[in-house]
């Protein structure tokens, strides 16, 4: 007999184009319904604005001096992120259709999809080992966080990260979050001559470098439906 909470769980597919390709990924999910009001659950996001502003640090920043900053945009993605987070309650999934096998289940030791307080886990997780390593929150915008004494500004929603910092900054960063994460650098956005890229994508929205500074462009798929659903043609993304 389980004495922890029994949770369903479910394959989910999606996917998403790389290089022109359809990839097809599938993820297993625990199925923990909300069937009543808690407060230990959320894990909040951070607003629109403050990739923004890390995209105005990259194009404007000075130092003490009055000398403009060489500064870089880098972009992070978290792979099975949940995972990273141990889960603080006794629950047990079944398998999925097709994989059951009577008086079987599986004990949850990580944070999982599906399980109620997995993003706040994850998130309580992220926020530990950056403060471990001297990145400081902001009082206003909790997954908004900057590094005094390396000049690093960060931007935290859930799995994806996005960092504006300096060349040996970025290096730095770049090291600590590999050591504490599975996580994939999405390459850097800003002057070749410091390594960095014309372009890249955060939050769906497409971040780009030019001598004259940053930009970012709108994801234009929402506009996109319900223009299609009203029978008219195509949206423009809209650029700020």
Known sequence: MFKGKRVKSKWVEDYKVVGGSRIVRSSLVAMEFACDTRCDTFAGTPPLIAVRLGLALAASLVGPSGQKKKMMIGLYDVSVAFYHATIDQDIYVLPPKGEEEDGWAWQLQKAMHGARRASLLFQNYVMGILASIGVV?????????????????????????????????????????????EIKAEGRVGPPQLGGRASGAFLRRAIGWTSAGSSWTGDPAPAQSIIEAGGGGRAAPQRG
């Open 137 to 181: 929150r902001l009082k206003v915008a909790c997954q908004v966080l900057w590094h005094k004494e390396r000049v690093i500004y960060l931007v935290v929603h859930a799995d994806d990260f996005m960092a504006t910092a300096e060349p040996e900054g970025m290096e730095w960063m770049d090291h600590q979050l590999s050591e504490a994460f």
